[in-house]
T-cell receptor, first 109, second 116 residues
């Protein structure tokens, strides 16, 4: 079966660092995506990992371990506008994306 | 580049009527378009995969006769919700991949459907 797990909710303080974990068990794997989604809006692309290791892009970093079926998204120097849902998605066969339920992050002053 | 639009952004319809939602890639040719549905506080669920000029491939549990998908060109796909019922009320999002790069999906802004 297909299973992608991530925490439902997290809270953090402005200026801090937060790590959002994602574990997956899927029948195929062609890369892992992280998306940000504000309420009522479409997801926006944050990062893509296909090989093991860390990908850094400004305040956002994403890590992948294929052997462990594990990824995390690291957000540094948190800002209030980072309050959103963060979706972990695995790309399987035929370019299909399988999404986790999302992690709602609340950033407080 | 890589902008995807959806129309309408919001629609309210009466139970039993049909609603058509358009998904357009504005500045690129989309080899494949995907249709998702998202219920409140839940994640995106893939409904179907659509390739230009061929029949859509539906995910298990999605009724193809209720959710009609037409991919008429490399820039346009439409989703028609036929005989809509209140339980069809949801946020419908399309995405598209382009010919040059197939790893990233570009998402449209979504369509909020409310069936009364």
């Amino acid at each position: 079966g297909q299973n992608i797990d991530q925490p439902t909710e997290m809270t953090a303080t402005e200026g801090a660092i937060v790590q959002i974990n994602c574990t997956y068990q899927t029948s195929g794997f062609n890369g892992l995506f992280w998306y940000q989604q504000h309420a009522g809006e479409a997801p926006t692309f944050l990062s893509y990992n296909v090989l093991d290791g860390l990908e850094e892009k400004g305040r956002f970093s994403s890590f992948l371990s294929r052997s462990k079926g594990y990824s995390y998204l690291l957000l540094k120097e948190l800002q209030m506008k980072d309050s959103a849902s963060y979706l972990c998605a695995v790309r399987g066969g035929y370019n299909k994306l399988i999404f986790g339920a999302g992690t709602r992050l609340a950033v407080h002053p | 580049g890589a902008v995807v639009s959806q129309h309408p952004s919001r629609v309210i319809c009466k139970s039993g009527t049909s609603v058509k939602i358009e998904c357009r890639s504005l500045d690129f040719q989309a080899t494949t378009m995907f249709w998702y549905r998202q219920f409140p506080k839940q994640s995106l669920m893939l409904m179907a995969t659509s390739n230009e000029g061929s029949k859509a491939t539906y995910e298990q549990g999605v009724e193809k006769d209720k959710f009609l998908i037409n991919h008429a060109s490399l820039t346009l796909s439409t989703l028609t919700v036929t005989s809509a019922h209140p339980e069809d009320s949801s946020f419908y999002i399309c995405s598209a991949t382009r010919q040059a790069s197939t790893y990233e999906q570009y998402f449209g802004p979504g369509t909020r459907l409310t069936v009364t």
